[in-house]
Structures are given as C-alpha cells and as structure tokens.
C-alpha cells in the first residue's frame, strides 16, 4: 500500500513536469486512492480534522462498537483503558471480531477485510445489530489507518487471535495463539500517529472518563471498568485510576447527577424508557427536569452517539413536550397555558433523550445532528403520550410546572412589550434580524453587542454570553467595502441592513447616537488574517455610515487570544505569536513541558473559553476605535487610499511603504 506521507514534494523531484507540461490534462494525471489511503490523505473528511477533538473521536469510534455489541446482548461489560505515551485500550466481552476468511476476500480474514477496508462490516443490514452506532462501515478502519500502531486481540471459542497494524498496513499474518479461559471478545490498543496529529496532544483523563460514564449512563445493562495510569492524571482532573462504571437507573441516575445541588421547579423528573414495536425496532429512554435559576442542559444521543447538534429527535422532545402541555393546561381549565411555546417549555430545561433506531441518518462523518425525519415523529408522539399520563397523574406537580412555565411565557411577553416601548426607532416597523440573540436588558445602559463572523463563532458567543446584557448577532463572512461599493450595493446588501436594524441607530444622515440600542459595539473576529480583513471592512462601514458611534467611544475591537498555553495546572492565553514568545521568555521560562495550542477561530473555542478570554468584562481586554483630532485629517487619506475605489493608490502605499517591511507572519 502506497504511503502517501512519504512521496517527495519537492519541485526538483525526478519526474516531476515542467512548466510546459503543467498545462497537460490526461489519464495519467488522475489518481486512485486505494484501501485506506483516502483516510491518511484527508483525515477531516472522517473526523473532523487533526486536533485534539478529532483524536478523542478515535476513542468514541472503537468505543461505539463495543457498545453495540453490548446493546446488542452480546456483552456486558467493557474495559477502557488509558495508559502512557497516549496508547489507549478498549476491550469487551463480546462476540469477537469473525476471524474466519472472507468469502470476498479468501486470503483475507474478515477482520483484516474490517480493519483495512472502508465500508465493510456487520452494521449495514438489520441481520447482525438490531441498532447501532456505525452505519458506515469506517470507524475502526479509520483509527487503524491514523494509528502508528495497532493491535488487535480477538478471543473466539475460547481461542485467541492477534494481529498487529501500522498505519493501517498489517505487520503480519493473523495467528492463532492458543487456547484462553476466555469464551470470547475484541481487544484494540492503539496508538494516534504522530504524522497525522502533527500538533501534540494528550489524550485528556477526563474527557475519556466522562465519554465512560455517559456510555455507561446511555445502556444500563453495561459496565464499564475505566483505568487510567496515575502519572496521567493531574489533582484538577477530579479523575480515578480506576473505577467500575454501572448506572442501574439509566438516564434518570444521570439526570440526578448533574441536578445535584440545584434548585428545581419540580421534586419528581419526568423519567420513562420504553421499546418500541417491532417494526422499528428502536428505544426512547429520556430524563427531564426544569431548574428555578439559570440555564438547562439539553443532551442527546442516537444509538449511545453523542449529537451535540441535535436533531430530529430533539425536535421531537421539544414538540412533544409543549403540545402535552398545552394540551393539560386547557383540560386543567387554565386559559393562560395558550401563551406557552416551546422556547418557554425548554427555558431551563434539563433534557437527557437517548434514542435507540434502526438505520439512522446523520449530517456528517462526525455525527454530531440527527437528520432522520422519522425520528421526529417517533419521539413526538412516545413523549407526548408519557407526558400527559404523568401530568394527569400528579395534578399537584402538574400545576406547579405548569404556572411556573406560565410566569416565565408572561415574564418573555413583558419584555418584548418593554422593549417595543423604550427601544421605538426610526426602523420600529421592522422586525429585528432573526438571526440576532439579543440582551434581556431593556435600557441601552450596560448592554453590549458582538458582531461575530460566522454561525459557528455565533453558536459559540451565545453559549459564552452574559443574557441579560449582550447581545450576539452573527455575520455571514466578510460584510461589502463601504468605501468602494456603490449606494445600490449598499442599499441592497443583507448583512449591513441586519447590522443596521439591530443597532437601531440609523445610518448616514439618519444617524442618532441617542437611538443606539447596545452602549458597546464589540467587533469579535478570529486572531488572524482573515480575522483582521473583516474588521476592517467592519471598521470602515461604522466610519463612513455610523461616524458617531466612533466620535462618541461606543465602538471596540474584543481581543480574542490565538493561542493557550498549558503547563501543568497553569494556563494562559496569547493575542498573537509575539506575546506567545513573551509569555514563553517569562511566564514559563525553565519550566517543563508545554503544551502549546493554536486556536483555529472562534467556532472552535468551547463557550467556558470564549468567556474567560473575550468575553468576561471582568478579565477580558477591549480596544476602543478612536480617531484622535490631530489624525483626522490622514485617517481619512489612508480610508480612501487602502478601501476606496482607486486600486493606484494601494499600489502607491504599497510600495511605498514595501522596504520597511522585515517580516511576513504567514
């Protein structure tokens, strides 16, 4: 099998073509990747890309399938184990990997078919797994393929197999090595390959303990024995070395441990599992409960795989649990529950749904969103059904959830009604942008908004806000050159007009700072190049259309770090590379090892980051845009020269101001 890591790219290569030759097209020139090299060549296309996520996916991978067999009936207890240098162990007491040969492949046994060959396996048809988690026959080939090593330890009729692999590429013949006291299972014990995850990560103790627990949580007839070698384990990880795992009590026993400690509207959850006919062939198992204060959780699996997205079936749940509801607060006689919608049902809403299908659809390798239409339905109606048995059978429960709810639907219509009132603007008329997640707050007076690039930056900043005083709108890429559009463009873009709306302050001779929605604009791009591009378009339209909220110091640039850096228990955090090499000349000078992290933007940063290093007013760092008096004057020059509409007069900066530079940080 050809390596591909190992091909020369150099331009004096022998063979390599000639600038003549670059323009020939033919069959030649068209490769054909085979066996596992489409994985090595482009990893992220099987999960997600090289960073440390990705390489915690190979854990949820070989993970899944002994889940599945244990879900299956197959086995009942798993072992996961991690150990020094990042080599991980996964084993279960299953049926074992088939060892026999390959009817397709006869000088292949089927484990070597499923360890080097992409979509092949027993979980195509409904034949070997009622569900399960792998749908496309990739998972195990893919850690095999980005593993430096590999070894596989089948037990089949109380004989044992093994085999070893490297890069996906067995070292050797599978060999029979004798008989064992062990009626059957799979052993995996891999190794990430350093020329894949060229970035250094660690696999975290505790990220590995928690994917253990909620397995455990998600199929109450497992246990799962964790172990972990103490070396790897720091005081702050609050992680065992060793620990049987079992939850009897299923998503219920879970929901319990994350409410621990908090305050709910309701004593009793509403609980239930239950299987479903024949001709699905599937399970709903749910946890829910509402907490008086704060913010819910809202956790969802597919067949023990995590959708952190969601999906359909969480779209289910959350129609299923409104129309029940609503239903119970007309039959209770209480007219005010026609208010209720399912954003009020889900505030504060702790929701753990585990959803067993048959042949599941996903958006993505990586699976993180339910797309399987049926499944909303199915969901739907299972917990509509379940709910109304339980509202009607705890009327006193019933009532206290359901005018707790009630106040919350009538608190959201006095806000929007205060917010019609004391926010009136030129623009009124117009609804706001759908896509803006504005601030509870009703006057301007310490509110903010952060103008984000991108859904995904977006998704982050919500989850990372403060609610009740910013605000996150969203923008789609890099918003139109002001300075160079013509007022058709500018009239008719989408993201100004949004951006205009929600700041509510008009624009151009409209403009009235006394109108401004939000007392900061905060410009939140990612710490890099395209980062800085958009800021400055971003800069530019609040300079030729909103001069005033400049002149009048409502306009800043949150500084977002690009990279963190770990040593033992002490982290930090650097705007760019030269604070980077700062904090490595100070803070951490003489120290042992660092690790060192580059965030790749915003939508990569977990909300608990994004607040601690952008957006906590209390640790954060702000720039205000500011034009001094003195500088009017050659702002205005260089706006018109770098933006405007005449390319000579960048040329003319460029290379006049092209000898002083010394280097580009590309």
């Given at each position: 099998?050809?390596?591909?890591?190992?091909?020369?790219?150099?331009?004096?290569?022998?063979?390599?073509?000639?600038?003549?030759?670059?323009?020939?097209?033919?069959?030649?020139?068209?490769?054909?990747?085979?066996?596992?090299?489409?994985?090595?060549?482009?990893?992220?296309?099987?999960?997600?890309?090289?960073?440390?996520?990705?390489?915690?996916?190979?854990?949820?991978?070989?993970?899944?399938?002994?889940?599945?067999?244990?879900?299956?009936?197959?086995?009942?207890?798993?072992?996961?184990?991690?150990?020094?240098?990042?080599?991980?162990?996964?084993?279960?007491?299953?049926?074992?990997?088939?060892?026999?040969?390959?009817?397709?492949?006869?000088?292949?046994?089927?484990?070597?078919?499923?360890?080097?060959?992409?979509?092949?396996?027993?979980?195509?048809?409904?034949?070997?797994?009622?569900?399960?988690?792998?749908?496309?026959?990739?998972?195990?080939?893919?850690?095999?393929?980005?593993?430096?090593?590999?070894?596989?330890?089948?037990?089949?009729?109380?004989t044992l197999y093994k085999q070893s692999y490297s890069r996906g590429?067995?070292?050797?013949?599978?060999?029979?090595?004798?008989?064992?006291?062990?009626?059957?299972?799979?052993?995996?014990?891999?190794?990430?390959?350093?020329?894949?995850?060229?970035?250094?990560?660690?696999?975290?103790?505790?990220?590995?303990?928690?994917?253990?627990?909620?397995?455990?949580?998600?199929?109450?007839?497992?246990?799962?024995?964790?172990?972990?070698?103490?070396?790897?384990?720091?005081?702050?990880?609050?992680?065992?070395?060793?620990?049987?795992?079992?939850?009897?009590?299923?998503?219920?026993?879970?929901?319990?441990s994350h409410l621990e400690g908090r305050e709910t509207l309701i004593?009793?959850?509403?609980?239930?599992?239950?299987?479903?006919?024949?001709?699905?062939?599937?399970?709903?198992?749910?946890?829910?409960?509402?907490?008086?204060?704060?913010?819910?959780?809202?956790?969802?699996?597919?067949?023990?795989?995590?959708?952190?997205?969601?999906?359909?079936?969480?779209?289910?749940?959350?129609?299923?649990?409104?129309?029940?509801?609503?239903?119970?607060?007309?039959?209770?006689?209480?007219?005010?529950?026609?208010?209720?919608?399912?954003?009020?049902?889900?505030?504060?809403?702790?929701?753990?749904?585990?959803?067993?299908?048959?042949?599941?659809?996903?958006?993505?390798?990586?699976?993180?969103?339910?797309?399987?239409v049926e499944a909303a339905k199915m969901v739907e109606s299972t917990?509509?059904?379940?709910?109304?048995?339980?509202?009607?059978?705890?009327?006193?429960?019933?009532?206290?959830?359901?005018?707790?709810?009630?106040?919350?639907?009538?608190?959201?219509?006095?806000?929007?009604?205060?917010?019609?009132?004391?926010?009136?603007?030129?623009?009124?008329?117009?609804?706001?942008?759908?896509?803006?997640?504005?601030?509870?707050?009703?006057?301007?007076?310490?509110?903010?908004?952060?103008?984000?690039?991108?859904?995904?930056?977006?998704?982050?900043?919500?989850?990372?806000?403060?609610?009740?005083?910013?605000?996150?709108?969203?923008?789609?890429?890099?918003?139109?050159?002001?300075?160079?559009?013509?007022?058709?463009?500018?009239?008719?873009?989408?993201?100004?007009?949004?951006?205009?709306?929600?700041?509510?302050?008009?624009?151009?001779?409209?403009?009235?700072?006394?109108?401004?929605?939000?007392?900061?604009?905060?410009?939140?791009?990612?710490?890099?190049?395209?980062?800085?591009?958009?800021?400055?378009?971003?800069?530019?339209?609040?300079?030729?259309?909103?001069?005033?909220?400049?002149?009048?110091?409502?306009?800043?640039?949150?500084?977002?770090?690009?990279?963190?850096?770990?040593?033992?228990?002490?982290?930090?955090?650097?705007?760019?590379?030269?604070?980077?090499?700062?904090?490595?000349?100070?803070?951490?000078?003489?120290?042992?090892?660092?690790?060192?992290?580059?965030?790749?933007?915003?939508?990569?940063?977990?909300?608990?980051?994004?607040?601690?290093?952008?957006?906590?007013?209390?640790?954060?760092?702000?720039?205000?845009?500011?034009?001094?008096?003195?500088?009017?004057?050659?702002?205005?020059?260089?706006?018109?020269?770098?933006?405007?509409?005449?390319?000579?007069?960048?040329?003319?900066?460029?290379?006049?101001?092209?000898?002083?530079?010394?280097?580009?940080?590309?």
């Open positions: 099998m050809a390596d591909l890591f190992n091909k020369s790219s150099a331009k004096s290569a022998p063979g390599a073509k000639s600038s003549a030759d670059k323009n020939s097209y033919s069959a030649k020139d068209i490769e054909v990747l085979e066996g596992l090299e489409p994985v090595r060549h482009r990893p992220g296309m099987y999960i997600g890309g090289t960073d440390s996520a990705a390489m915690h996916h190979l854990v949820a991978e070989v993970l899944d399938n002994s889940m599945d067999e244990a879900v299956a009936g197959h086995a009942d207890h798993i072992e996961l184990e991690l150990g020094p240098d990042n080599v991980v162990t996964v084993r279960d007491n299953g049926r074992g990997i088939p060892v026999d040969p390959h009817p397709k492949f006869k000088n292949k046994s089927a484990l070597e078919v499923i360890l080097t060959t992409l979509h092949s396996g027993g979980k195509f048809s409904n034949k070997v797994y009622e569900t399960s988690g792998g749908l496309h026959g990739v998972g195990v080939s893919v850690v095999n393929a980005l593993s430096d090593r590999l070894d596989v330890e089948v037990t089949r009729d109380k590429v067995p070292k050797g013949p599978l060999k029979q090595v004798g008989a064992t006291p062990k009626k059957s299972g799979t052993s995996i014990t891999f190794h990430p390959d350093p020329e894949i995850f060229t970035d250094k990560h660690d696999f975290s103790p505790a990220r590995l303990y928690r994917m253990a627990r909620s397995k455990a949580y998600l199929f109450r007839g497992v246990e799962i024995r964790w172990k972990c070698d103490p070396s790897l384990i720091s005081p702050k990880d609050n992680v065992p070395t060793e620990e049987t795992i079992h939850f009897p009590g299923g998503l219920a026993d879970f929901l319990a004593t009793k959850p509403f609980t239930g599992n239950v299987t479903l006919g024949s001709d699905t062939g599937g399970k709903i198992e749910w946890a829910v409960n509402w907490v008086a204060e704060g913010e819910g959780i809202n956790s969802s699996y597919c067949n023990t795989v995590p959708t952190p997205m969601g999906g359909t079936h969480e779209a289910g749940m959350r129609t299923g649990l409104t129309r029940a509801l609503k239903a119970y607060g007309e039959l209770a006689g209480n007219r005010r529950a026609t208010q209720i919608t399912s954003d009020d049902v889900m505030d504060g809403a702790c929701v753990l749904l585990s959803l067993f299908m048959r042949n599941p659809q996903f958006q993505g390798q990586t699976k993180e969103k339910l797309a399987s917990i509509k059904d379940h709910f109304d048995h339980w509202l009607s059978g705890d009327p006193t429960t019933a009532n206290d959830l359901l005018n707790a709810i009630i106040d919350r639907a009538e608190e959201r219509l006095r806000e929007k009604k205060a917010k019609e009132f004391n926010r009136k603007t030129a623009t009124r008329r117009l609804r706001l942008p759908g896509k803006l997640a504005d601030c509870s707050r009703n006057a301007a007076d310490g509110t903010e908004i952060f103008l984000v690039e991108g859904d995904s930056a977006g998704g982050s900043a919500k989850s990372a806000r403060n609610r009740e005083t910013q605000a996150i709108l969203p923008l789609r890429g890099k918003i139109l050159n002001v300075a160079s559009a013509s007022t058709d463009k500018l009239q008719g873009n989408q993201e100004i007009a949004d951006l205009a709306l929600a700041l509510g302050c008009g624009v151009g001779s409209r403009f009235d700072v006394s109108k401004l929605r939000y007392e900061r604009v905060i410009i939140m791009t990612d710490a890099d190049v395209d980062g800085a591009h958009i800021a400055s378009l971003l800069i530019t339209f609040f300079y030729r259309e909103m001069r005033g909220l400049i002149d009048h110091g409502h306009l800043y640039l949150a500084q977002p770090p690009l990279y963190r850096i770990t040593q033992g228990g002490t982290t930090v955090y650097a705007r760019d590379d030269a604070h980077k090499e700062e904090l490595l000349k100070t803070t951490f000078k003489g120290r042992g090892k660092i690790d060192i992290s580059r965030f790749k933007g915003l939508g990569e940063m977990p909300p608990m980051q994004l607040r601690e290093t952008t957006m906590d007013q209390s640790k954060r760092i702000l720039l205000r845009i500011t034009i001094p008096e003195s500088e009017r004057d050659l702002t205005e020059e260089r706006v018109e020269s770098l933006m405007g509409r005449k390319p000579e007069l960048r040329l003319a900066f460029i290379q006049e101001y092209a000898p002083s530079v010394r280097e580009l940080d590309l």
